[in-house]
């Protein structure tokens, strides 16, 4: 079945390290993003890339960054720069129609 | 992208039907009405869109009015499983020029469907 996985669904790390989140779409589409949500807010963008090796930053990219070397990998690593690192993470794609996400990663930072 | 205004919170009633209401009455001529729905910890999940026309599908009904400023989205016999934030958002088709592609996301409306 095609979709988008990430991993894990819950992430602990300790204040101060750097953190990489997993996206992975067998969707076979171009456009990838990563939004953050805090508890009762709406979805914030972070980072999207509409085609392999490219990406831009969205509306809150400080203290996060992106890779997209495979058009199927879109990780994000949220750095110790980040201040307030603990939100619930969700990538998702663009299908020509509609935008599609995954389950989400819930990060904690103690 | 237009700006939308949700109520923050809605009920329901188990079978019946829920009406969920959206202004936006900045639209352009060329933005689409697109509602998604959240359930508690997962990820959003489409629901539909239009232009300007009623749509409808197998999840949702969507009532846009005639000047596009407003529009509602009809759940015909809600479930338990309705209960979720729903989100309103309006923007341009991914097709055009210079178009991320990306949402903007408000704080949505939150129903609760009840037994």
């Known amino acids: 079945d095609g979709g988008i996985t990430q991993s894990p669904k819950y992430l602990f790390r300790k204040e101060g390290q750097n953190v990489t989140l997993s996206c992975e779409q067998n969707l076979n589409h171009d456009a990838m993003y990563w939004y953050r949500q805090d508890p009762g807010q709406g979805l914030r963008l972070i980072y999207y890339?509409?085609?392999?090796?490219?990406?831009q930053k969205g509306d809150i990219a400080e203290g996060y960054s992106v890779s997209r070397e495979k058009k199927e990998s879109f990780p994000l690593t949220v750095t110790s720069a980040q201040k307030n690192p603990t939100a619930f993470y969700l990538c998702a794609t663009w299908t020509g129609h509609e935008q599609y996400f995954g389950p989400g990663t819930r990060l904690t930072v103690t | 992208d237009a700006k939308t205004t949700q109520p923050p919170s809605m009920d329901c009633a188990e079978g019946r039907a829920a009406n969920l209401p959206c202004n936006h009455s900045t639209i352009s001529g060329n933005e689409y009405v697109y509602w998604y729905r959240q359930i508690h910890s997962q990820g959003p999940q489409y629901i539909i869109h239009?232009?300007?026309n009623n749509e409808t599908n197998e999840m949702a009904s969507l009532i846009i009015t005639e000047d596009r400023k407003s529009s509602t989205l009809i759940l015909p016999h809600a479930t338990l499983r309705d209960t979720a934030v729903y989100y309103c958002?309006?923007?341009?088709?991914?097709?055009?020029?210079?178009?991320?592609?990306?949402?903007?996301f408000g704080q949505g409306t939150t129903l609760q469907v009840k037994p």
């Open positions: 239009g232009l300007k």
């Open positions: 890339s509409q085609i392999v090796n490219d990406f």
């Open positions: 958002i309006v923007r341009v088709a991914h097709a055009h020029s210079g178009n991320t592609g990306k949402l903007i």
